[in-house]
């Protein structure tokens, strides 16, 4: 049985850059595709945060797609730039609208779905504060 006090870990990984060239010939020094790893451990707020986050941008993406009627499957993206830590960053309700109403200026859908859309995002954007 999961111990449920355990916390998530993260594990970040980087290559060391191969073009790089090295005149020692100590074979400890030219090791190479070291990777290096990093492990963070998160508390449970933190992680439930992150997850409201994923869920939120999951959505924001999904609904993006239908927005401007993409099929995932082709591998395209949708043409707006909607940066959700610029509309967090944001001070009041009316600066997040204008802002994602200038992003979504070239959506063909009826601006009714936009506007629902918006509004959603909004809604779940202040469960990210909470």
Known sequence: MADSSLSAQVKFVSKENNNVQNDLTDESV??????????????????????RRLKVEFWMDEELNKLYDIDTSSG???????DLDEVIDLETNIEKRQYLEDSLVDCKK?????????????????????
């Open 76 to 82: 395209m993206m949708y043409p707006c730039d909607v």
């Open 30 to 51: 030219q090791q190479e595709d070291r990777k290096k790893f990093l492990t963070m451990k998160y508390g449970q707020k933190e992680i439930k945060l992150i997850q």
């Open 110 to 130: 009826p601006q009714i779905l936009v506007k629902e859309f918006i509004e959603e995002l909004l809604t779940k954007l202040k469960t990210l504060s909470e």
